[in-house]
């Protein structure tokens, strides 16, 4: 068998600095450190996370009085941040800059007295902290999420108001064109961002697999299941109707998906690391594959710095 390694694939910036956001507080100050929610979607990372010291929690109030606690790469709510505050927690924040630049968008808007139309997936961290970002004095303004085209018909919105909408940073770029354009059907003077939401790494990512797609019979996503991109990659192939798996390792991969397979394309969501990738790349080539070829895509180059607080505490 052959096997097509995407490229880019596995861990983007905002990732890279939420994990070492972690660990250099755990370096600094020693266990534990508390994480309101994963920092990133993947059981391997968290774990191992767990292991040096970091006390994962959903809510504030699990984190005890005078203990740091680490906003996650998703973001948080200013809700959540005002109760931090008041309860004096030495907080470092591990959002990803580019859910902030949507946090801040979301921000203005309500200030500007605009409805929101928020595009993502409901019950997911991001949403939640996104959605949580919008505040006005105005009851019958509203911050609303809506999931698919469907959703869009269903709006109900005081329409003397502006309209905008963004979204999730971590969606599939094609069925999100698909919402926006309903959005602009419904409301011709609807308002979107300067520059897409969704992210560079979805992206790049998403448009890599798109070619790999055409040239394997299997893909197989190093990703957790909690973790959108890693699911939007898998969906990208089950929508051509090409066998796709998501697995966190490569225990979980199972030989009978490979029966009369050929070639093999191998991915890794944006939160997923490299060892876990290798790690499949040796039990395919003990599965029979013989040919391993690195599929080129865009290149990456793209840093974000750590806070400056934690700079100067550590």
Not at 194 to 221: E, G, P, S
Not at 261 to 288: C, D, H, N
Request: hydrophobic share 40%; proline share 4%; net charge negative.
């Amino acid at each position: 068998m052959k096997l097509l390694l995407a490229n880019p694939r596995g861990f983007c910036a905002g990732v890279d600095r939420a994990i070492e956001i972690v660990e250099r507080a755990l370096l600094s100050f020693g266990a534990p450190i508390y994480v309101r929610h994963e920092v990133v979607h993947n059981y391997f990372v968290v774990d191992n996370l767990k292991q040096k010291g970091a006390i994962f929690v959903e809510e504030l109030d699990e984190v005890p009085d005078d203990n740091i606690v680490i906003f996650s790469a998703h973001g948080v709510s200013r809700e959540v941040r005002d109760n931090a505050k008041e309860r004096k927690l030495r907080v470092f924040d591990a959002t990803c800059p580019l859910v902030t630049k949507v946090h801040l968008e979301v921000a203005v808007h309500a200030k500007q007295e605009h409805h929101v139309i928020l595009i993502g997936h409901a019950g997911h961290p991001e949403v939640e902290g996104t959605m949580g970002q919008y505040q006005s004095e105005k009851t019958h303004l509203r911050i609303l999420l809506v999931e698919n085209e469907a959703d869009v018909e269903n709006l109900s919105l005081v329409d003397d108001y502006p309209i905008a909408y963004v979204t999730q940073t971590t969606l599939s770029v094609d069925d999100t064109e698909k919402i926006i354009k309903a959005l602009k059907n419904r409301f011709p003077n609807i308002v979107g961002p300067k520059k897409d939401d969704i992210c560079y790494a979805t992206q790049n990512r998403q448009d890599t697999v798109k070619q790999i797609v055409k040239q394997c019979d299997l893909l197989l996503v190093v990703g957790s299941p909690t973790s959108s991109n890693s699911n939007r990659l898998r969906e990208i192939a089950e929508h051509r109707q090409l066998p796709a798996y998501l697995i966190d390792r490569a225990s979980d991969i199972d030989s009978a998906w490979l029966k009369g397979v050929e070639t093999i394309g191998l991915t890794a969501g944006a939160s997923a690391p490299e060892l876990l990738v290798e790690e499949v790349v040796q039990r395919l080539k003990g599965e029979g594959v013989t040919e391993v070829v690195e599929f080129d895509g865009r290149k990456e180059t793209l840093e974000f710095s750590l806070p400056k607080d934690l700079l100067r505490a550590t």
